[in-house]
C-alpha cells in the first residue's frame, strides 16, 4: 500500500500527483466470468482514497461488472467465478473471515434506476442504521437529517418525512438512495450510472453532490456520458471487452489519452 | 388504453367480445336474482287463502303455483290446476293440496286465519278458536288472537329463562361432577332441576284450541309454538317486520325438523370457522413454499418441474383430495392419535373420524397450489434493484426478504387466499369423507376447555345445501331454504373475499402501487 501523500486538495483543482495518492481500493489481477464467459480479463487497477473515479467505456464493456464485484453483489449470482483480489483499505474482500453485509455497508452503492424502499421516506433513510440496530430514536433522528443534508434533500423532504418515498420525484428519489445509503456510513460509494435515468436538472444535481460528497468519502462513478466523467471524476478508467486500456487522470486522458483506441473512444470514432 | 368503437367497422369481434361480457353479467344478475327471489320470499308472510270447493269442502291455504293437468285442451280456467300449501301434517297426510282451478266456487281472504309455526308437524293454517290456561280459557274468539300474542312474549322470555339457567348453571354444575363426587354440586343441580321442571310446567299450562278450515277441531301446547301471524290481517310494514324476523331467525337459529325447517347458524359458523382455519393453515405453507422456488432454490430444470407439478395440483378433483384426507388425516395420523393419546375412550374415536382440523387440513391442501402460483407471481414481480438495494445497504438475505420483499410481495399473497378462500368455502365433495355432518347443533367453540374443539363434526352450508335438497322429507318444502341457503353462501363468500380484498387494498396503499420498471 502506498500512503504517501494526503490529498492536498478535494475541489477540482489541478490534480496532484497520480502515483503519490493514498489508495482505497486495490484491484489485483481481477478475472470475471459468467458461466464461461468471461467479463473482466486480468484488470489491475487503484482506486484513490476521497477522489471520484470513473470507469468508461462502451456498452457490455465489463464497467457495471467491475463496479458490482467492488461490494461483491455478484455472490448472488451462482454462475460468477471470479480469480485475483479486491483489497479495500489493504484487506482482501473475498476473504472468508470478511462478513459480506460488514463489506457492504462500508462499499455502499447506488444503482441506475432509483430503487428506494416501499416505505416512508424516513424510513428509507433508517433502513441500514435498523439493521445495524442499537440506536436510539433521539440519535436515528439526527443521522437521517444529516443523511439527507449531506445528499441535498433535507430542504426538500424535512415536512413530509412520512410519506411514501415512491412519491418524490426521480431526481429526488436517487438522492433518497444517497442519503440512505450515506446513513450507514460508509467508506465507498459506487455509483452505477447514477443519473442515466434522470433529467437534465436532476443530473447537475446529483453531480454537484457527487463533488460535494468526496471530503467525506471515496466515489466511484460508472457512466456512458463522457461529458459527465470529464465534469465529475478525477481519474478515469477506461475499458474495452474486459480489460482495462487506460488509466489516469481525467484531464489527462480525455486531453491527452495515450493509446489510439481511447482517444477513438472519447472522439466518437468507435467502430 | 385504447378504447374501440363498436360502430366503426371493425369487424364481428368487437361485438362477439362485448356480448360475452354481456352474457356473463345477465347470467351472474340471473343466479343472484333467482336465489334471492326464491329464498328471500320464502320469509314473506304471503296471503292466506279461503277456498271453498263446489263440493262443498273448504281449505285455507297460500297459493304456491299452477299448472296444466295433464292431458287436458282449452283455455283460461279450464284443465288447469293450483297447488297450495295447506299445511297441518297432523291433521293431513301432506302439505300439498292441488285444486283444479274449475271446481273452486269462491275464494276469500279472511283476516282471522292464523298461521302458526310450530316445533312439530310444521305450520298449522286455520282458525284460532281460543286460548286456555289448565282448560279454562284464557280468551275466546277475536280476544283469543290478542291473548295468543301477550302468551308467546311471556313464552319467549321462559324460553330465555329456561336456556339460561342450563348453560348458566346446569352446565358448570354438570361439569364439576363429572371430575368427581361433590355433595354441593348435586344438591345445587338438584335445585336447579327442579327449577327447571317448575319452568317447564310453567309453559306447558296453556293450549290453544285451533279448527282447520274445513271445520275439524285441534288441541295445541301453546309451549310447542314458535311464531304466530295473521297474514291477512297484517299491513305491509307489520309484514317487513315479519320477514325481517324469519330472516334473522333463519341466519340466528339452529336447524329443526331434520334441516327442512329452522336456521342454519351452526352452518354459518361452521364454514367460516373452517375457511379461517384453512387460511391460518395454507398461508404459511404456500407462502414458504413459494419464497424457496422463487428466492432460495436454484432456477434450474428440478424448480422448473417443481413448478409444473404444483400448477397440475391446483387440477385434481376436490374429491380425489377428499380421498387422501380420510387416508392420511383421519385414518393415517388421527387413528395414530387416538391410539397414542385418547386410548381410554376407544373404541369410538376422538381424532379418528372426521372433524374440523382434518377438514381444514385437507382444504388447505386443495388450496396450496393457488396461494403457492399467486406468491411466486408477486415475487417475481418485485424488481431485483429492489433487493439489491437491500443487499447494497448491508442486509443478509433473511434480512432482505422479511423487511423488504415479503412485505411487497403481501398484496400478491392476498390475492392467492382471495382465490383459496373461494374455492375452499364452495367445496363440498371432500368434507363429506373428512369431517361434515348432517347435524351438529353443537358449535366447534364453546366456553368448554380448550374452547375450540377441532376434532368435532361441524356444519357446512354447502352441504347443508346439498342435505336439505335431496335428504328432506319434503323437498317442495325445503326448496326456499335451499335457494336461501345458497344466498347465503354466496354471501359468505363475498365477505371473507370483500375482507381480504379490503386488506390488500388497506396494504397497497400503505407500500404505494410497484414502480414501473
Known amino acids: 500500500m502506498s500512503v504517501l501523500v494526503q490529498p492536498r486538495s478535494t475541489g477540482s483543482g489541478p490534480i496532484i500527483d497520480f502515483h503519490r495518492e493514498a489508495s482505497c481500493l486495490e484491484i489485483e489481477d481481477l478475472s470475471l466470468a459468467y458461466g464461461d464467459k468471461p467479463a473482466l480479463r486480468g484488470l489491475t487497477l487503484r482506486v484513490p482514497r476521497h477522489r471520484v473515479t470513473a470507469f468508461i467505456g462502451p456498452s457490455g464493456c465489463g464497467k457495471s461488472t467491475l463496479l458490482r464485484a467492488l461490494n461483491r453483489l455478484h455472490d448472488l449470482n451462482e454462475e460468477v467465478s ?66 439527507l443534508t449531506s445528499a441535498a434533500l433535507w430542504h426538500e423532504v424535512k415536512d413530509r418525512l412520512r410519506a411514501s418515498a415512491w412519491s418524490l420525484s426521480g431526481g429526488q428519489q436517487q438522492r433518497l438512495v444517497i442519503a440512505r445509503t450515506l446513513a450507514v456510513r460508509p467508506e465507498v460509494l459506487l455509483l452505477d450510472e447514477p443519473a442515466s435515468a434522470l433529467d437534465p436538472i436532476s443530473t447537475l444535481k446529483i453531480e454537484e453532490l457527487i463533488r460535494n460528497l468526496k471530503s467525506q468519502l471515496t466515489l466511484v462513478l460508472v457512466t456512458h456520458n463522457m461529458q459527465q466523467a470529464a465534469r465529475v471524476s478525477d481519474y478515469t478508467a477506461f475499458l474495452q471487452e474486459g480489460e482495462l486500456v487506460e488509466y489516469g487522470p481525467t484531464d489527462t486522458l480525455f486531453t491527452n489519452p495515450r493509446l489510439r483506441r481511447t482517444e477513438n473512444y472519447i472522439t466518437g470514432r468507435m467502430a | ?62 297459493a304456491v303455483k299452477e299448472a296444466r293437468l295433464p292431458g287436458a285442451e282449452g283455455s283460461g280456467t279450464r284443465g288447469r290446476e293450483r297447488l297450495y300449501r295447506t299445511a297441518n301434517r297432523d291433521l293431513d297426510d301432506g302439505i300439498w293440496t292441488w285444486v283444479a282451478l274449475e271446481t273452486i266456487a269462491d275464494v276469500g281472504y279472511p283476516d282471522e286465519l292464523v298461521v302458526l309455526e310450530r316445533r312439530r308437524w310444521g305450520d298449522f293454517i286455520g282458525r284460532l278458536m281460543a286460548v286456555e290456561r289448565d282448560g279454562r280459557p284464557l280468551g275466546e274468539g277475536k280476544s283469543a288472537w290478542t291473548v295468543l300474542q301477550a302468551r308467546l312474549v311471556e313464552l319467549e322470555v321462559l324460553r330465555d329463562e329456561q336456556a339460561r339457567l342450563r348453560r348458566k348453571t346446569i352446565m358448570p354444575l354438570a361439569a364439576r361432577l363429572a371430575t368427581g363426587p361433590d355433595a354441593e354440586a348435586s344438591r345445587d343441580l338438584a335445585r336447579a332441576n327442579a327449577q ?13 284450541v285451533l279448527e282447520s278450515a274445513d271445520g275439524r277441531r285441534l288441541e295445541q301446547p301453546l309451549v310447542e309454538v314458535v311464531r304466530a301471524w295473521r297474514p291477512n290481517a297484517m299491513s305491509p ?63 434450474g430444470r428440478f424448480t422448473r418441474l417443481v413448478r409444473i407439478a404444483v400448477r397440475n395440483l391446483a387440477g385434481v378433483p376436490s374429491i380425489v383430495y377428499g380421498v387422501f384426507g380420510l387416508g392420511v388425516f383421519v385414518h393415517g395420523i388421527g387413528g395414530s392419535l387416538d391410539a397414542w393419546f385418547f386410548e381410554e375412550a376407544l373404541p369410538s374415536p376422538t381424532f379418528g373420524t372426521g372433524g374440523l382440523l382434518w377438514a381444514s387440513l385437507t382444504l388447505a391442501l386443495l388450496t396450496l ?50 382465490l383459496a378462500v373461494a374455492r375452499a368455502a364452495g367445496e363440498v365433495a371432500p368434507l363429506m369423507l373428512v369431517g361434515v355432518a348432517k347435524l351438529a347443533p353443537q358449535v366447534p367453540v364453546d366456553g368448554d376447555f380448550p374452547f375450540l374443539h377441532l376434532e368435532r363434526k361441524f356444519m357446512h352450508l354447502g352441504y347443508h345445501i346439498f342435505d336439505t335438497a335431496f335428504h328432506g322429507g319434503d323437498v317442495q318444502a325445503a326448496l326456499p331454504l335451499v335457494y336461501a341457503t345458497a344466498l347465503l353462501l354466496v354471501l359468505v363468500i363475498l365477505v371473507l373475499n370483500l375482507t381480504a380484498i379490503f386488506l390488500r387494498h388497506h396494504l397497497k396503499v400503505r407500500h404505494g402501487a410497484l414502480p414501473r420498471v
Open chain 1, 82 to 147: 471470479h480469480e485475483g483480489k479486491v483489497l479495500l483499505e489493504g484487506r482482501d474482500i473475498h476473504d472468508p473471515e470478511v462478513a459480506v453485509a460488514e463489506l457492504r455497508r462500508r462499499v455502499g452503492m447506488v444503482f441506475q434506476v432509483p430503487n428506494p424502499f416501499p416505505m416512508s421516506i424516513y424510513d428509507n433513510v433508517a433502513f441500514g442504521l435498523r439493521l445495524l440496530g442499537g440506536m436510539r430514536r433521539r440519535q436515528m433522528d439526527d443521522v437521517v437529517e444529516w443523511a
Open chain 2, 196 to 208: 327447571l321442571r317448575e319452568l317447564r310446567a310453567e309453559m306447558g299450562r296453556d293450549r290453544l
Open chain 2, 1 to 62: 388504453m385504447m378504447s374501440h368503437d363498436l360502430t366503426r367497422g371493425e369487424g364481428p369481434w368487437p361485438w362477439l367480445a362485448a356480448g360475452s361480457v354481456a352474457l356473463s353479467l345477465l347470467m351472474l344478475g340471473a343466479l343472484l336474482v333467482l336465489l334471492a327471489g326464491r329464498g328471500l320470499g320464502h320469509f314473506w308472510p304471503a296471503p292466506v287463502a279461503l277456498v271453498e270447493l263446489e263440493n262443498g269442502r273448504w281449505l285455507a291455504g297460500e
Open chain 2, 369 to 418: 397450489p393457488v396461494v403457492i402460483v399467486a406468491t411466486e407471481e408477486g415475487l417475481a414481480r418485485i424488481p431485483d434493484q429492489q433487493r439489491e438495494g437491500a443487499l447494497a445497504l448491508g442486509a443478509t438475505r433473511l434480512e432482505m426478504l422479511t423487511r423488504v420483499v415479503l412485505p411487497m410481495a403481501t398484496p400478491a399473497m392476498l390475492t392467492g387466499l382471495i
Open chain 2, 237 to 299: 310494514v307489520e309484514k317487513l317486520a315479519a320477514w325481517g324476523q324469519g330472516v334473522w331467525r333463519f341466519l340466528a337459529e339452529g336447524p329443526r325438523a331434520a334441516n327442512t325447517a329452522g336456521g342454519v347458524w351452526p352452518a354459518i359458523f361452521g364454514t367460516v370457522l373452517m375457511v379461517l382455519l384453512m387460511s391460518v393453515l395454507v398461508t404459511p405453507f404456500g407462502v414458504l413454499a413459494a419464497i424457496y422456488l422463487n428466492e432460495v432454490a436454484h432456477q
